[in-house]
């Protein structure tokens, strides 16, 4: 089972990350536990993590806010569909994002790399994170839901 203090380096990289590329409000909303798959929403990028801390990640969204996190961190340029640059620039936040928590679990002892993220495009698929049981924090980035689902293991 997961540990919840493994949350507190991704909260940390959130608030590094997400003001610095435009994003001015972001709210903790839930946090809860799950089981089994997750369900796509529209749009989820997987990332992993390896040595200290260990298992994957799955940030989840609707293709909407996708387009509408995209369209913020290309200055407010509209994105009308998720084309290649918009994939390019949710990958890049995921890269931002786990690459900061990394360094915040670096900065307590624990070694971690992380591995490219993997975008996936579709509704209602499957997705098993490295875990049977994980957490689902759900953020509110300027009014827009992201869900982050962790099945990370301190090793």
Excluded: C, W
Excluded at 5 to 18: D, R, S
Excluded at 28 to 46: D, H, I, Q, R, Y
Excluded at 59 to 87: C, H, R, W
Aim: no cysteine; proline share 3%; glycine share 8%.
């Amino acid at each position: 089972m997961m540990n919840a203090n493994l949350i507190n380096p991704f909260l940390e990289a959130m608030n590094n990350v997400l003001p610095s590329l435009g994003f001015k409000e972001i709210t903790k909303e839930s946090l809860n536990l799950g089981e089994g798959f997750l369900l796509s929403k529209g749009v989820t990028v997987l990332i992993g993590l390896t040595h200290d801390v260990q298992g994957n990640i799955a940030y989840n969204m609707t293709e909407d806010v996708a387009k509408k996190i995209a369209s913020t961190m290309m200055m407010g340029m509209p994105v009308q569909q998720m084309d290649e640059l918009a994939q390019s620039a949710i990958s890049e936040l995921v890269n931002m994002i786990t690459g900061n928590a990394a360094s915040n679990f670096e900065k307590q002892g624990m070694r971690t790399d992380i591995s490219p993220p993997s975008l996936i495009i579709g509704k209602d698929f499957k997705v098993k994170v490295s875990s049977n049981k994980f957490l689902i924090l759900h953020l509110l980035i300027d009014g827009h839901l992201l869900e982050i689902n962790m099945g990370l293991e301190n090793k």
